[in-house]
């Protein structure tokens, strides 16, 4: 896995600047002399900045909508411990079983028809776990998780392919927006589920901003239906990519974070009010600690841009992330501001890895695959993180050993950024992993 930098130039040269028309890795209809696309429309810029947004908002929201309400919902409708412990593990399975699948649906539809399959499903999937039944908040969470899985893994690919020389810019855009969304989700949907007078009513009203983002999307869709190349798109196979070491460190990266990531998103507020602190003031501190993801993502991106940083930017995410678990295991719950700032900070690691799967491959086709990899493995083996939190949480009736686990993998995660950021790595072509995979390319 090259480490370049997020910024770096020779990363965005491999970056086709295909238009908004042209399928994942096909050709543009016609090219300007010297191999460049022809410039897309003023409207196709503007309505895919705004996409961009409006997708960003929702790829968090229905997840920390949900486990705000966790405590909540378990009183209201009564289901058990085991199910308490399936339900945050919803989101990151089905982004391994579903984002596996990512690869094969672009290569079929197109990037902007996935997303907007994906968006569809989400809102559905969001709406759907309005109704008051268990049934409907696991298949609601199972389908909504399932359109998220595939816009996650799409995201990339859709930046490359119609921002290739802003990708740095606008994932920064888009980690911030997704984080935005999070955070506001996190913040008010404790007080409108009081307004309402039922949990489940809260987080089916999440879903009503997915509606926005499919709508906001469709425009984005129909100019490339309606200017597709005629060409049929490559793909590339993810799964040999496995087989080089760039496949297998940007896995292992993306495991971690995910995991560390989304055993905190969906247990943080439970885990402060089991500790004694109200329902509300729980939500406001995981809200808190996703609003410094903000900032802290897009320091870090502007770190990791310059020369010979992007190893601290690793380091100083990584160690902070450990610093807030450790505070978490330590203070009171009266000082639940602390670990959550600390987190925060340690959740910006995702733009850094994003920025990376952005940058890698050398065509659109082969970022998918790599994104499809990094992904739908990584998100299989954090499924662990949340269904784990909550058995051992079960099983010892309190908070520490899951912690002590999470603070043990924040240590592999500062090994694993060492590797993935040595110099050595920096030096080889991405090439060779195409070479690699060329066997998988139908």
């Not at 935005?180 to 989700?185: E, H, S």
């Not at 950021?421 to 998988?440: E, I, L, N, V, Y």
């Amino acid at each position: 896995m090259p480490a370049t930098p997020p910024a770096s130039a020779p990363a965005a040269a491999h970056a086709p600047a295909t238009g908004t028309a042209a399928p994942p890795s096909a050709a543009p209809p016609s090219a300007a002399p010297g191999g460049a696309a022809p410039a897309r429309p003023r409207s196709a810029v503007v309505f895919g900045v705004i996409a961009l947004v409006l997708i960003g908002l929702n790829l968090r929201a229905g997840i920390t909508g949900a486990s705000a309400l966790l405590h909540d919902l378990q009183a209201v409708l009564g289901y058990g411990a085991l199910v308490a412990a399936i339900i945050p593990s919803i989101p990151t399975l089905c982004f391994a079983l579903a984002g596996a699948a990512t690869s094969w649906l672009t290569g079929k539809l197109g990037v902007e028809k996935a997303i907007l399959l994906s968006l569809a499903l989400l809102a559905g999937g969001l709406l759907l776990r309005g109704i008051p039944a268990t049934g409907m908040l696991v298949a609601g969470s199972v389908v909504g998780m399932s359109g998220l899985a595939v816009c996650n893994v799409a995201m990339p690919s859709f930046i490359r392919e119609h921002f290739a020389s802003r990708t740095s810019l606008m994932t920064a855009v888009y980690t911030v927006t997704m984080t935005t969304g999070g955070t506001l989700t996190s913040v008010l949907v404790v007080p409108l589920a009081q307004a309402l007078g039922s949990p489940s009513a809260a987080v089916g009203a999440v879903g009503i901003a997915a509606v926005a983002a499919f709508l906001g999307f469709l425009p984005v869709a129909l100019h490339a239906h309606r200017h597709a190349a005629p060409a049929m798109a490559l793909r590339v196979s993810p799964w040999p990519l496995l087989r080089t070491r760039k496949g297998q460190l940007l896995t292992a990266i993306f495991a971690l974070q995910a995991l560390l990531a989304y055993a905190l998103l969906s247990w943080f507020p439970y885990m402060l009010t089991t500790m004694g602190l109200g329902a509300t003031d729980s939500g406001l501190m995981s809200g808190l600690m996703q609003l410094v993801s903000v900032p802290a993502g897009m320091v870090l991106i502007a770190l990791g841009a310059r020369p010979g940083m992007l190893r601290p930017a690793f380091y100083l995410v990584s160690t902070t992330m450990m610093a807030g678990i450790a505070a978490l295991l330590v203070l009171p719950v009266g000082l639940a501001i602390i670990p959550a700032v600390l987190l925060g900070f340690g959740l910006g690691i995702f733009p850094l890895v994003m920025v990376m799967i952005s940058r890698s491959g050398t065509s659109t086709a082969e970022t998918t695959a790599l994104s499809t990899l990094a992904q739908s493995s990584g998100y299989l083996l954090a499924t662990v993180g949340p269904f784990g939190m909550g058995l051992l949480h079960s099983a010892t009736g309190g908070w520490t050993l899951p912690l002590v686990l999470l603070l043990v993998l924040a240590l592999v995660q500062i090994v694993v950024s060492h590797l993935i950021t040595r110099p050595a790595m920096a030096g080889k072509a991405s090439g060779t992993a195409s070479r690699r995979t060329a066997a998988g390319r139908k």
